[in-house]
């Protein structure tokens, strides 16, 4: 059993906009590019080339179908990935410390070096946001590129996951939900960012914005003909389309 | 709370070098880390132009194809019966000799023998080039089963195109329309549009059978039947027409609306009215008399009758007035309601007509007319393969770009914008060029744009002078060439019999073929005397492709990471719609293998050939590799293939070549800009400034201004022959279809495939290619096969209730020409009669270095078994292709099936099943 922090001086997250994600993976490949090199084990992959391929993500993107009540049949991508939940069952669960969540910006992190591969943080994880890499037999998540955010060896303006760094679309943000004046808090407070799941009581620190609503008719009235042309005749038609130059 | 203490700023990499990625068509620029010499990252650079940082799934996992196991590693000779795999390692020097003791003797007595045609080609204006000093007619890239729908019909009615020539206006548009589009050209800048134009609050409106991608995240959805895209937008012509919602100042000025259309009789009816200096003219309203299009002052009438003869805008008017376009006619067909439509066009007319925009920007134009401000329609349309891989894709893209003109929505702010070096008029591209003298080049380029029947590339005889039958009465405008013709052509001797087929990077035994299984058996086909009827195959890939096996000759190429190149103004450059931009590629690493970039082998060949402009006086090589060919051709005076630091380093555009030219662009982030004046950022065709401009940097010699083709002269030409005019007449059998294919104004006519519905094959088929792989490239990477590695087949509701399928069943599609048996997943965003699957997933067992077992290769599928190249016969003795009708198009998408539900094949296989290609690799273990 693992406490989890009183409470992150920061509380460091992602806000992702369903509205804008178009599904393409981008993040999904940015941040096996870079924690396959960063932070901890290397994320392996158990026949690259063979007939059932599986190796260690911490992203996924899935699509799903939704039928609204009034509008056409609908996609939803939906990117996932840990939450950082501030109250982490991950962290709780954990029998030897290895899962914590850091006082400094409240990233849930695994100490691979404590870590022995037992998984009950997976099965508690109710977004199934952990993965065990099967190689090294220890836990991997996401960090928030932890590696990434603070790296005096990087650009400052690259000083953010890979995941939102690549995302094409903008639809990931990254920064410090506790504090109400950073820019994903307005993002959040304008868009009514929601918590996934709020009844497993997890408390995420990530938000979604949900779709904005779509199919709406347009709000353009129709066109009125500028006069009867089977009565006028396409003479009468060019007289008054060329009247108005 | 005992944390551990973490180092959170780890040393990234020893050094980040700055390339080209190559993971897709889209050039975005790259910063690949390296550590020890290895690579061990690559992401977006944040500097360049096309995509400012960010990177698709594709870039990022180009890590795994610098590693692929399905790397070739040296140059192979068949040594088999071709197609069992049996091949011997040669060195390079033997590789090479081979290759030019088949070509020589075909370059001395039949050039046209040699047939090289390149598939995912970026270096088109080298390869091109290489082909021309060659001699051979038959040349071209993969276009003709792309999108040369797209490019065609921009190019002759805009003098510009979608494809990634053009832009919206990401900044100012406030509505973007997309038909058609999925991951296509191009694509991280539609992401990052996309996302701005939703983030500002503009609406996005997705015309497309399938609702995923883009079109998932429309704020509007329009499920269209595919193949009528054409009639919907004539219709919503009708309706802005009808209320008069179009730009008269726009069409009046700067397109051929007032142009007077010649109405007597003969030879000349339905051509422009010409003065004595054979130019088309205009009335001067001011004055009720003719005056030069081009006069300063000058207001062209669109109402002027002179002579009995009425301007391109009346016959436009009139045309689309007719009630057969209005909502209601057209609405069951399209399979959107006539008030949908009516709404949409609505919406189109409020936002270019009462949310106009303006920029206070003093601008001249080419006649000398100042203007004080920018006028600007926000309205944006993009469209891609969805409505060009149709037989009535020419005429649908053309009839886009009539209702982007109507507008006034092309080159004004807010609206779609070129990229240079378009806009270039019709009249500045080249003529195709086919006539063959052995043992001399060609006298010019390949490929070009028809003016009338006198350039169609036929022999004396009237034959197709070309193996694809390029520019030939069936298919006139086709500038990208067929591709997908050549093999069944070749095969068939029809035109006439090829001695050496030469392919670059294109998986024609495979995905890229339409009718895959007999493209096999045409490759391997025999003679009675037991040669092969395609003799010889040369085929340079850098990874272990099904087109593989069928070679004599591999010659294998290096990944993109190990390569020079350059994404040239003479080919398809990086521009945006303000500035020109051109980039390159150079080797960040190494390659680990007897590998050489194909086209510094191309040289090699070209030296050993003698062939000009490759060979010193004294027969030496030119140049050392396509490196040194960059830095140091010379196309035309002061103009070579990178625009960036010429000369002394200043050069812009213009000037000598410099050594050191490779070297700057390094330092420079793998790319250059030459930013476009902010006078002349819009109106390009008709702004001085931008004309100008465009002369200062090489894009031009001499300013090029000129009209939008509302009516297409071209077009019109090919009518009247088909009529009976003129000393070039096409045969009795194409009369009608040329009368009604290359009407002058758009039109939409049912796609050939249609034909197939009495038959009962009710039920569309397409397919989409998926934002994480780049056709057969994609399925091979060990990441991005975990993210997409099946492909099932997509079933509509109605269609899913109406068969009775559930979860887990399988079906047996069945097309005028095959049929193929595969795993159903039901869809509910999704046209009601229209299935659909991701492109190119499938693979052959036994490519691409994966197990025989890959999911790609047991329930991944291809719809090509069930698209033939040729058109059901007719019954009157002649074959026709299965394509566009102008360009020669493939027509992928008219493909019309019937469903039904099947037995899971044994071993649940997706049917058709194919046995082993022959593995030239290892299978890959590792990575």
């Known amino acids: 059993m693992t406490c989890l922090p009183g409470r992150s001086e920061r509380t460091l997250g992602l806000v992702i906009d369903l509205d804008t994600c178009v599904g393409c993976q981008a993040c999904v490949t940015a941040c096996k590019g870079w924690n396959d090199q960063g932070y901890g084990v290397p994320l392996s992959d158990q026949n690259p080339y063979g007939s059932t391929p599986s190796g260690t993500f911490l992203n996924r993107v899935h699509s799903y179908q939704v039928q609204p009540a009034d509008a056409a049949p609908m996609i939803v991508n939906f990117p996932r990935s840990c939450l950082h939940c501030t109250d982490a069952p991950c962290v709780t669960v954990c029998p030897t410390g290895a899962s914590y969540k850091r006082v400094e910006d409240g990233i849930v992190l695994v100490n691979e070096d404590a870590c022995i591969g037992c998984g009950l943080c997976a099965w508690a994880c109710p977004y199934g946001a952990r993965e065990m890499d099967a190689d090294a037999g220890v836990m991997k998540k996401c960090t928030l590129c932890v590696d990434r955010i603070y790296n005096e060896n990087l650009p400052e303006e690259d000083r953010e996951p890979a995941c939102v760094r690549t995302c094409p679309t903008g639809a990931r943000h990254f920064g410090d939900l506790a504090d109400p004046q950073s820019a994903v808090s307005q993002l959040v407070a304008a868009r009514g960012g929601y918590d996934l799941m709020p009844e497993q009581g997890t408390r995420p620190v990530n938000k979604y914005l949900a779709p904005r609503k779509k199919d709406r008719p347009d709000k353009a009235s129709l066109l009125a003909p500028l006069l009867d042309i089977q009565a006028t005749g396409f003479a009468g038609w060019l007289d008054r389309v060329l009247g108005k130059i | ?927």
């Open chain 2, 1 to 927: 709370m005992n944390q551990p203490r973490l180092n959170t700023s780890p040393h990234v990499s020893d050094e980040v070098r700055k390339t080209t990625c190559y993971m897709c068509a889209c050039r975005c620029g790259i910063n690949v880390h390296l550590n020890s010499g290895k690579v061990t990252y690559i992401e977006g650079n944040r500097d360049h132009p096309i995509n400012k940082g960010v990177l698709c799934a594709k870039g990022a996992a180009g890590i795994m194809q610098v590693t692929a196991p399905s790397r070739l590693r040296t140059p192979l000779r068949r040594v088999g019966p071709r197609g069992s795999g049996a091949f011997e390692p040669i060195s390079w020097d033997e590789a090479l000799q081979t290759a030019v003791d088949w070509m020589r003797p075909l370059r001395e007595t039949a050039p046209e023998k040699l047939a090289f045609f390149t598939g995912r080609d970026q270096s088109q204006s080298f390869t091109g080039w290489w082909a021309q000093a060659f001699g051979t007619p038959n040349y071209a890239a993969h276009g003709g089963f792309c999108s040369v729908n797209m490019a065609a019909a921009g190019i002759y009615t805009l003098g510009g195109a979608f494809w990634e020539f053009g832009a919206p206006d990401w900044e100012r548009s406030k509505l973007f329309v997309l038909f058609g589009v999925a991951e296509d050209h191009d694509s991280n800048p539609i992401k990052i549009g996309i996302g701005q134009m939703k983030d500002r609050g503009a609406r996005v409106i997705g015309v497309n059978p399938i609702r995923t991608g883009y079109n998932a995240v429309a704020d509007d959805w329009i499920g269209i039947t595919p193949g009528t895209d054409g009639l919907l937008i004539l219709s919503l012509i009708h309706c802005l027409l009808e209320a008069g919602k179009v730009d008269l100042e726009y069409l009046a000025r700067f397109t051929n609306a007032a142009y007077l259309i010649n109405e007597a009789a003969g030879p000349e009816k339905g051509l422009f009215v010409r003065n004595a200096e054979a130019q088309p003219f205009v009335i001067d309203r001011r004055t009720g008399m003719p005056a030069p299009w081009e006069a300063k002052g000058v207001q062209p009438d669109l109402g002027a009758v002179w002579q009995g003869h009425r301007t391109v805008f009346q016959h436009m008017a009139e045309r689309y007035l007719s009630p057969d376009y209005a909502p209601e006619a057209v609405a069951a067909r399209c399979g959107v309601t006539a008030l949908r439509i009516r709404q949409l066009a609505a919406e189109l007319a409020s936002v270019a007509f009462d949310q106009a925009i303006e920029i206070k920007q003093p601008w001249v134009d080419f006649r000398g007319d100042a203007h004080d401000t920018m006028i600007g329609r926000p309205v944006s349309f993009h469209a891609m393969r969805g409505i060009s891989a149709h037989s009535n894709g020419f005429q649908t893209a053309r009839a886009l770009h009539l209702l982007q003109i109507l507008l006034g929505a092309v080159e004004t702010p807010g609206s779609w914008r070129m990229k240079p070096p378009y806009p270039k008029p019709m009249e500045a591209h080249p003529t195709p060029h086919f006539v063959t003298v052995p043992g001399k080049p060609l006298s010019g380029p390949h490929l070009g744009y028809v003016r009338g029947p006198d350039q169609l590339a036929l022999l004396p005889d009237g034959s197709p002078a070309r193996i694809d039958k390029a520019f030939s009465w069936e298919n006139p405008f086709s500038a990208h060439g067929l591709m997908h013709m050549v093999i069944p052509n070749a095969h068939a001797g029809d035109p006439y019999r090829i001695d050496t087929l030469f392919l670059y990077m294109a998986n024609m035994a495979w995905n890229s073929s339409m009718n895959t299984a007999q493209v096999m058996e045409m490759l391997t086909a025999q003679e009675p005397d037991g040669s092969y009827t395609i003799p010889r195959i040369i085929y340079s890939d850098a990874y272990a492709s099904e087109m593989v096996a069928y070679a004599d000759l591999i010659l294998p190429d290096t990944t993109y990471l190990e390569r020079h190149d350059c994404i040239s103004m003479l080919d398809r450059p990086v521009s945006e719609p303000d500035a020109a931009g051109d980039a390159i590629r150079w080797p960040v690493v190494e390659p680990d293998r007897d590998v050489r970039g194909f086209q510094s082998v191309l040289l090699d060949l070209g030296a050993r050939l003698g062939l000009p402009g490759m060979v010193n006086d004294d027969g030496t090589a030119k140049f050392k590799d396509y490196a040194d060919y960059i830095v140091n051709h010379i196309r035309r005076p002061g103009v070579g293939p990178l625009m960036g630091f010429r000369g002394s380093g200043d050069g812009e555009g213009r000037g000598a070549a410099n050594p050191d030219q490779m070297a700057r662009y390094i330092e420079n982030g793998g790319f250059y800009q030459a930013h476009v004046p902010a006078e002349a950022a819009f109106f390009k065709p008709w702004n001085s400034a931008y004309q100008d401009w465009a002369v200062q940097v090489g894009l031009f010699d001499t300013p090029q201004p000129y009209l939008f083709n509302i009516w297409s002269e071209p077009m019109r030409r090919f009518q009247l022959a088909a009529e009976g005019h003129g000393a070039v007449q096409p045969p009795d059998h194409l009369r009608n279809r040329l009368k009604l294919a290359m009407d002058p104004l758009p039109v939409w006519y049912e796609p050939f495939g249609d034909a197939a519905e009495p038959f009962g094959f009710t039920v569309h088929a397409l397919t989409q290619r998926p934002m994480d792989m780049y056709h057969s490239w994609g399925g091979q990477n060990a990441w991005l096969r975990q993210i997409r590695g099946h492909n099932p087949l997509f079933v509509p509701a109605k269609l899913w209730q109406q068969h009775g399928f559930s979860e887990g069943d399988w079906a047996r599609v069945t097309s005028p020409t095959g049929q193929i048996t595969v795993p159903v997943v039901q869809m509910a965003a999704l046209n009601e009669n229209t299935v659909w699957t991701w492109n190119a997933i499938g693979k052959r067992k036994g490519a691409w270095a994966l197990s025989e077992g890959a999911t790609e290769a047991k329930q991944g599928f291809l719809l090509n078994h069930l698209i033939s190249e040729l058109l059901p016969a007719k019954g009157d003795g002649m074959r026709y292709s299965n394509s566009d009708p102008v360009t020669g198009q493939a027509a992928w998408f008219d493909l019309r099936v019937r469903i039904e539900r099947a037995e899971p094949p044994q071993m649940g296989e997706s049917l058709p099943a194919f046995g082993a290609v022959p593995r030239v690799v290892p299978e890959g273990s590792k990575r």
